[in-house]
T-cell receptor, first 111, second 114 residues
Framework: EDQVTQSPEALRLQEGESSSLNCSYTVSGLRGLFWYRQDPGKGPEFLFTLYSAGEEKEKERLKATLTKKESFLHITAPKPEDSATYLCAVQAASGTYKYIFGTGTRLKVLA | DTEVTQTPKHLVMGMTNKKSLKCEQHMGHRAMYWYKQKAKKPPELMFVYSYEKLSINESVPSRFSPECPNSSLLNLHLHALQPEDSALYLC?????????????FGQGTRLTVV
């Protein structure tokens, strides 16, 4: 069964304290891995797409990386406005059009 | 433009009411999705439309009825809902179901069933 697990469940950082969020996946052939940011009561906002092991994408203080079993979202020198829930989703090569979501990491950055 | 527009933003309905949620995108995307999200949980897939045809129904109760009138619009008709159906309902679209591309989400409709 295709599965996505994110850790930690929640993370509190001081402003400027860099860290990484983890997304582990077990799928029958990865078609794509996607990172989203979600603010409370809002829809997920697309951040990155990764397709193959070794791939990296960057945007401002965020950098996403991919291996054959997991993806990391590195946050460098975070600011309070980076506080949100970060969701990881995968599309598997099982022939369906589903985006399978992990349970997310709730990030709080303290000033 | 990567905008998916959902209306209304908030909806309160009684258990005997009939209401509809609407979703619109003008990105030329051919796959559209309905997700349900409870507090502190990830989005949970309900329906997928591919080229305006229903391709996935995740065993959703019949009190939820999706409709895709054209390639830009997606509706979710609601009837005789239960209080446990209260949630954030999210619409999303992606370029083509055969391509491994990201989905873009709307801001959601916060539904409360009383």
């Amino acid at each position: 069964e295709d599965q996505v697990t994110q850790s930690p469940e929640a993370l509190r950082l001081q402003e400027g304290e860099s860290s990484s969020l983890n997304c582990s996946y077990t799928v029958s052939g990865l078609r794509g891995l996607f990172w989203y940011r979600q603010d409370p009561g809002k829809g997920p906002e697309f951040l990155f797409t990764l397709y193959s092991a070794g791939e990296e994408k960057e945007k401002e203080r965020l950098k996403a990386t991919l291996t054959k079993k997991e993806s990391f979202l590195h946050i460098t020198a975070p600011k309070p406005e980076d506080s949100a829930t970060y969701l990881c989703a995968v599309q598997a090569a099982s022939g369906t059009y589903k985006y399978i979501f992990g349970t997310g990491t709730r990030l709080k950055v303290l000033a | 433009d990567t905008e998916v527009t959902q209306t209304p933003k908030h909806l309160v309905m009684g258990m005997t009411n009939k209401k509809s949620l609407k979703c619109e995108q003008h990105m030329g995307h051919r796959a559209m999705y309905w997700y349900k999200q409870k507090a502190k949980k990830p989005p949970e897939l309900m329906f997928v439309y591919s080229y305006e045809k229903l391709s996935i129904n995740e065993s959703v109760p019949s009190r939820f009825s999706p409709e895709c009138p054209n390639s830009s619009l997606l509706n979710l008709h609601l009837h005789a809902l239960q209080p446990e159906d209260s949630a954030l309902y999210l619409c999303a679209s992606s370029q083509d179901p055969g391509m491994n591309t990201e989905a873009f989400f709307g801001q959601g409709t916060r539904l409360t069933v009383v």
